[in-house]
């Protein structure tokens, strides 16, 4: 049987396809169960299904998910419906259920980054996880931070915080866009070590580029130097798989807004159990708290709850798709575009082409154009949402796709970018 037959008795091609806005996606997926992930990721028909489950803007097509990737429809029910449910059981929800379930949902987060649920709870984002470790170490006047100026700006404002307040001396090294080795990253943090380094802040993916940076190594040299690590994931989880005790670092902090597609406002903390008592908590902690509890870390007074609720659906929605499924599609999509135009000779390629250092953000260049220009000029002409990047070494357009993204979007994105030649 050809496909669209094979699509036809099964009732999901064309007309049958507003089955999937209806959460039938696990139907639509389970007749693809047989094809590898890799095969998959090239399966256009695959890849639209799962593309109508989303409310997409017609106005542009938007090459802008690093922010935030906004909610498949299946997941904003399901949010909306928490928002219902908490709004009509008021107190009594609050007082009976609310600590329970927050718990639950920790833990269903913490089976999937692969560590134990007494080291992870839910924030509101990687700026709250991060900042909790950094404004809660136990600094010294003297210590020294050693940190890229390729992380995010919100860490950088917050070690420079600690260097007013106690004295902390802040280093920044750069992380080159294009490096040979994972041994030529290193060896840059290695170098910027000395007998008073306490804290290393490394970006998982450094969010102005895309490019994946050696964690788990920067870890072990690291420790090896008695150096504890904070590791910025906030465009790492949910968008490739990996498990973040085999990272081997000391904090890890995301937000879920981005790659897991849950409600604006969520994110999470891990803390390796022994350094829990380390920290500092921003907030007062409970006194019935134990020095080793995690929840210590986590006392965020009355929020909006439904937002957490919705985690667990878009933890559902992200394992229907299958971890390795988005993986695969996404490198296929950001790899669709990169080698169309890698070589052109006008074209600035930011962020490498090797697939162990990126997965779905790559950032480019028009030689010669700004990179505000560039975004201005794709957005008015091309009618494609990119954001511009004019941050030290890093000049260019950050592109990020989603499992939403079509290759005849690309195409678009790609002719664009082969006709700015002329600029
Ligand atoms: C690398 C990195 N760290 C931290 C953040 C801050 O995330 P949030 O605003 O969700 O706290 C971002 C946001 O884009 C980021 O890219």
């Not at 990272?247 to 999470?268: E, M, N, Q, R």
Request: with cysteine; net charge positive.
């Amino acid at each position: 049987m050809n496909k669209r037959n094979f699509l036809k008795n099964i009732g999901l091609f064309g007309a049958g396809l507003p089955l999937i806005q209806n959460a039938k996606l696990e139907k639509w997926i389970a007749q693809f169960d047989h094809i590898s992930a890799s095969q998959l990721s090239a399966d256009e028909t695959f890849w639209q299904g799962v593309r109508k489950g989303y409310r997409l803007k017609p106005d542009y097509i938007n090459l802008e998910n690093g922010y935030y990737c906004f909610l498949p429809q299946e997941t904003l029910e399901h949010f909306i419906n928490h928002i219902r449910e908490i709004n009509y059981q008021g107190s009594f929800y609050m007082r009976t259920k609310r600590f329970d379930d927050k718990k639950a949902i920790a833990a269903k987060l913490a089976k999937l980054a692969g560590c134990s649920d007494e080291e992870l709870i839910v924030t509101r984002n990687t700026t709250e996880s991060l900042d909790i470790i950094i404004g809660g170490t136990h600094w010294q006047a003297g210590d020294e931070a050693l940190m890229a100026d390729q992380d995010y700006g919100a860490m950088q404002d917050m070690f420079g915080l600690v260097a007013k307040r106690y004295g902390v001396i802040n280093k920044v090294i750069d992380v080159p866009n294009l490096p040979a080795s994972d041994e030529e990253i290193i060896n840059i943090y290695a170098n910027a070590i000395t007998p008073k380094t306490k804290l290393l802040l490394v970006s998982h993916v450094v969010n102005i580029t895309g490019q994946i940076l050696p964690v788990k190594k920067i870890c072990a040299m690291a420790h090896s130097k008695g150096v504890k690590v904070l590791v910025d994931g906030a465009h790492a989880f949910a968008h490739f798989r990996y498990s973040i005790p085999e990272l081997g670092c000391d904090y890890y902090g995301t937000s879920l807004h981005k790659w897991l597609s849950v409600p604006l406002g969520a994110g999470f903390l891990y803390v390796k159990k022994e350094n829990i008592k380390d920290i500092w908590p921003l907030i007062g902690p409970g006194t019935s708290i134990k020095d080793d509890d995690i929840y210590r870390l986590n006392h965020t007074g009355t929020h909006p709850c439904h937002t957490d609720l919705a985690i667990s659906n878009a933890i559902d929605f992200y394992l229907k798709i299958g971890p390795e499924r988005k993986e695969a599609r996404l490198r296929y999509l950001q790899n669709y575009w990169t080698s169309k135009v890698r070589d052109l000779p006008h074209v600035q390629i930011n962020t490498p082409a090797d697939p162990a250092r990126v997965c779905a953000i790559a950032n480019v260049a028009i030689k010669g154009m700004k990179p505000s220009e560039l975004a201005k000029t794709l957005m008015e002409k091309y009618k494609i949402f990119t954001v511009a990047i004019e941050r030290g070494i890093v000049q260019g357009c950050r592109i990020t796709p989603n499992i939403y993204t079509t290759p005849a979007e690309l195409d678009v994105f790609v002719k664009a970018l082969t006709d700015l030649k002329n600029i």
